[in-house]
């Protein structure tokens, strides 16, 4: 079996404080599943859960559970795990949502920045995956989705961490999709590749030193985020209740995939022009 509708599931997303995770955590709410939330950020998550009970959704009920996790302390996960099978019994979709930026040429990114980024991007969801795929598998309509990003299918100069990271996601979150289907597991998997979505994670992020955060900010805020995290959602989710291995969300994320699939190699040339066009220091 596959899961197909959200009614009665129980949902898990990290990253849920905020951006597409809350706009997920939302549509699922609507949808009627049953929630298992977290974040690091204790008020941004604090706020997730008013507005899921605006959506006539009572935290006060089974129906959501909200912890405040790390994602990359691999025995909080693994914590937050057992209390949410203890919980709800059960778990059918996980989103492994929760990411950061760290914006930077690769020589002056500091080892320290490199281990925050990898820390949350990869092993945030190596955490997730590892912990609740065997409660997915155990459910007999599992969805994994985890979120990788238009920079897990190019690669962008001044973004070589998150690069990586994203690249990683893929690599891991393909490879995973085969396991399921070669054990024929009752489990879809999903790698989803959003382009630019309005959300905070450029301020949120961190930067090398020299770098002008704030035009960083304002690039992207005001220029490169064109997708609202609620449309971001939509797509994520009915992509995940559809099965596919793989969802583009935004315009860019389309455009620029396929151009580079066209270029070839060459793509990193055009990429390196234009980005030395944006003055950032």
């Given at each position: 079996?596959?899961?197909?509708?959200?009614r009665?599931?129980?949902v898990?997303i990290?990253?849920?404080?905020?951006?597409?995770?809350?706009?997920?955590?939302?549509?699922?709410?609507?949808?009627?599943?049953?929630?298992?939330?977290?974040?690091?950020?204790?008020?941004?998550l604090?706020?997730?859960?008013?507005?899921v009970?605006?959506?006539g959704v009572?935290?006060q009920?089974?129906?959501?559970?909200?912890?405040?996790?790390?994602?990359?302390?691999?025995?909080?996960?693994?914590a937050w795990?057992?209390g949410?099978?203890e919980e709800?019994?059960?778990?059918?979709?996980?989103?492994?949502?929760?990411?950061?930026?760290?914006?930077?040429?690769?020589?002056?990114?500091?080892?320290?920045?490199l281990?925050?980024?990898?820390?949350?991007?990869f092993?945030?969801?190596?955490?997730?995956?590892?912990e609740?795929?065997p409660?997915l598998?155990?459910?007999?309509?599992?969805?994994?989705v985890n979120i990788?990003?238009?920079?897990?299918?190019?690669?962008?100069?001044g973004?070589?961490?998150?690069?990586?990271?994203?690249?990683?996601?893929?690599?891991?979150?393909?490879?995973?999709r085969?396991?399921m289907?070669?054990?024929?597991?009752?489990?879809?998997?999903t790698?989803?590749?959003?382009?630019g979505?309005?959300?905070?994670?450029?301020?949120?992020?961190?930067k090398?030193?020299g770098?002008?955060g704030?035009?960083i900010?304002?690039l992207?805020?005001?220029?490169?985020?064109?997708?609202?995290?609620?449309?971001?959602?939509?797509?994520?989710?009915?992509?995940?209740?559809?099965?596919?291995?793989?969802?583009?969300?935004?315009?860019?994320?389309?455009?620029?995939h396929?151009?580079?699939?066209?270029?070839?190699?060459?793509?990193q040339?055009?990429?390196?022009?234009v980005t030395?066009?944006?003055?950032?220091?």
């Open positions: 079996m596959s899961l197909t509708t959200l009665d599931k129980v898990v990290t990253g849920a404080g905020s951006g597409i995770g809350r706009a997920l955590a939302l549509r699922s709410a609507r949808g009627g599943a049953l929630l298992a939330l977290s974040d690091w950020d204790a008020d941004g604090a706020e997730t859960v008013r507005l009970e605006q959506a009572s935290a009920t089974p129906k959501v559970r909200h912890d405040v996790v790390d994602v990359s302390d691999r025995a909080a996960v693994a795990a057992d949410v099978v709800f019994g059960r778990v059918n979709l996980v989103v492994n949502n929760a990411g950061v930026t760290a914006t930077g040429d690769f020589t002056e990114l500091s080892y320290e920045d281990d925050w980024i990898v820390g949350i991007n092993h945030g969801v190596v955490h997730g995956s590892k609740f795929l409660h598998i155990a459910s007999g309509d599992g969805a994994l990788s990003s238009l920079f897990g299918l190019v690669s962008v100069p973004q070589s961490a998150y690069n990586a990271t994203k690249y990683a996601v893929r690599g891991l979150t393909e490879a995973i085969g396991e289907l070669v054990a024929g597991h009752p489990v879809t998997v790698c989803v590749h959003p382009g979505i309005r959300t905070g994670i450029s301020r949120h992020g961190r090398a030193a770098l002008d704030a035009a900010d304002a992207f805020e005001k220029k490169l985020a064109r997708m609202s995290p609620e449309r971001a959602a939509e797509i994520i989710l009915d992509g995940a209740l559809a099965g596919k291995a793989r969802v583009l969300a935004g315009i860019d994320a389309h455009v620029i396929h151009f580079a699939k066209l270029a070839g190699a060459r793509y040339d055009v990429v390196a022009r030395s066009r944006m003055p950032l220091r």
